[in-house]
C-alpha cells in the first residue's frame, strides 16, 4: 500500500513539473549529439561581422530581445513579409530599426551546411546575442537552446507595445516586462544593453529638444545631429552610450546619474523613482552589473519557447518551410 501511495505521488510531481514548466526542455546541451559545432559555427560568423562593424553586435543583442518580447523566443521576427503575409519587420519597433537579418542568413546557411535541418533560427539568434556581449567586452554565460521556429509572426502583437516604446514611462516599462515575467531588476539590468549601439534621432527628438532632466551640454551636442522638425534627420545616428559607444561596460548607469541618457525610457530609471537605487548600485559595481545582467538575459531567452513537437525548424530564417 505504501509503495503504490509512494509511486503515485512521484507520477503526479512528474506531471505538475512537466506541465507547469514550457522551458522544461532547453538546456545547454540540446545539441550535443546532434550538431556539436553549433556553438563555434555562430560565434566565427558573430566574430568576423563585428569585426567588420561593431555595431552589429548590438544589433545582434536587440534581435534577440524583439523576438522574445513577441510571442516568445521563436524566430518570429525573421520572416519576410510576403503578398499573403505580413510579418513583423515592418512594425513600428522595427521599421527601418532593427538590423542583423544578414548576419543570422550567413549563420543559418553554415549551420545548415554542417547540420542540416536541426539547428532552429531562435537558437541562432540566443546563441549569437551572447557572442555579441562577449566580443564587446561583456559577460559570458552558457545559453539554454532547444526552442523551435514559429510558423507564423504577429504584426499586430509587435505593434501593440508589448516591445516597449521610448517614451515609455517607468511605470510601463516595469508592466510590459512584467507581462513577460520578468522582474523590475530584470528590467533596469537588461536595459543596461544600451551600452552598445545606436539610436536614430526620432527616437529620441522630443528628449533632447524638450525635457529638463537632461544634462544641458549633452542636449546642445546631441540636436547637432538630430533637427528638430521631424522628416529628412529622422534616421541620423547618435550612440546610446555617449562614454565608450562599443563597449559592454557599465557606463550606462553612470550616464544615468549624469543625467545623459539618450532616450526618455533610459532616464525615467533614475529620476527619483524606484529604481534609482538599481541604478546608483550597478555604476558602482560592474561585476553585480554583469552577474544580473547574465541571470535577466537567461531569464528573457526562456520567454514562451516551442519546444518538443511545437513548432518547426526552419531550414531559411527567412520562411516557413
Ligand atoms: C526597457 C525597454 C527598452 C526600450 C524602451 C528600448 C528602446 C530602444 C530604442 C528606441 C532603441 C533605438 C532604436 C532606433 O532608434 O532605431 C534601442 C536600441 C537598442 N536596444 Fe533597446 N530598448 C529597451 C530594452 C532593451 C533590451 C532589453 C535590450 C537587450 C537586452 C536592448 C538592446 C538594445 C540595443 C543593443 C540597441 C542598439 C541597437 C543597434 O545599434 O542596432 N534594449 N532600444
Ligand atoms: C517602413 O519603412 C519604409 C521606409 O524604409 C516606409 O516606406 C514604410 O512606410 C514603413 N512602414 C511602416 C509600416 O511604417
Redesign the pocket.
Given at each position: 500500500m505504501a509503495i503504490i501511495v509512494n509511486l503515485l505521488l512521484i507520477f503526479s510531481a512528474t506531471i505538475l513539473i512537466m506541465g507547469n514548466t514550457s522551458s522544461a526542455q532547453l538546456s545547454t546541451n540540446h545539441y550535443k549529439k546532434t550538431c556539436p559545432n553549433v556553438f563555434k559555427v555562430v560565434k566565427s560568423v558573430v566574430k568576423s561581422a563585428v569585426g567588420k562593424e561593431k555595431?552589429m553586435g548590438?544589433?545582434l543583442?536587440?534581435l534577440?530581445?524583439h523576438d522574445c518580447f513577441v510571442q516568445g523566443c521563436d524566430g518570429s521576427i525573421l520572416l519576410d513579409d510576403t503578398s499573403s503575409f505580413k510579418g513583423e519587420k515592418t512594425a513600428d519597433p522595427n521599421n527601418?530599426?532593427v538590423?542583423g537579418y544578414d548576419v543570422i542568413d550567413v549563420i543559418k546557411s553554415k549551420v545548415e551546411s554542417v547540420c542540416p535541418g536541426v539547428v532552429s533560427c531562435a537558437d541562432i539568434v540566443a546563441i549569437a546575442a551572447r557572442d555579441s556581449v562577449v566580443l564587446l567586452g561583456g559577460p559570458s554565460w552558457e545559453v539554454k537552446v532547444g526552442r523551435r521556429d514559429s510558423r507564423t509572426a504577429s504584426l499586430s502583437a509587435a505593434n501593440s507595445g508589448q516591445i516597449?516604446?521610448?517614451s515609455?514611462t517607468l511605470g510601463n516599462?516595469i508592466n510590459r516586462?512584467r507581462a513577460k515575467g520578468l522582474s523590475t531588476k530584470d528590467?533596469v539590468v537588461?536595459?543596461g544593453?544600451?551600452t552598445?549601439?545606436?539610436?536614430?534621432c526620432?527616437?529620441f527628438r522630443t528628449r533632447i529638444y524638450s525635457e529638463t532632466n537632461i544634462d544641458s551640454f549633452f542636449a546642445r551636442t546631441r540636436r547637432g545631429n538630430c533637427p528638430r522638425t521631424p522628416g529628412s534627420g529622422d534616421n541620423k545616428l547618435a550612440p546610446?552610450d555617449v562614454k565608450t559607444p562599443t563597449s559592454f561596460d557599465n557606463a550606462y548607469f553612470k550616464n544615468l546619474i549624469d543625467k545623459k541618457g539618450l532616450?526618455h525610457?533610459d532616464q525615467v530609471l533614475y529620476n527619483g523613482g524606484s529604481t534609482d537605487s538599481l541604478i546608483k548600485s550597478y555604476s558602482k559595481n560592474p561585476k553585480a552589473f554583469n552577474k544580473d545582467f547574465v541571470t535577466a538575459?537567461i531569464r528573457?531567452g526562456d520567454i514562451n519557447p516551442l519546444t518538443g513537437s511545437k513548432g518547426v525548424i526552419r531550414k531559411n530564417c527567412r520562411k516557413i518551410n
Open positions: 555595431r548590438a544589433s543583442l536587440r534577440h530581445f527601418n530599426s538590423r516597449p516604446p521610448p515609455s516599462l516586462f528590467m537588461l536595459s544593453a544600451h552598445i549601439g545606436q539610436a536614430r526620432t527616437s546610446l532616450l525610457s538575459m528573457m
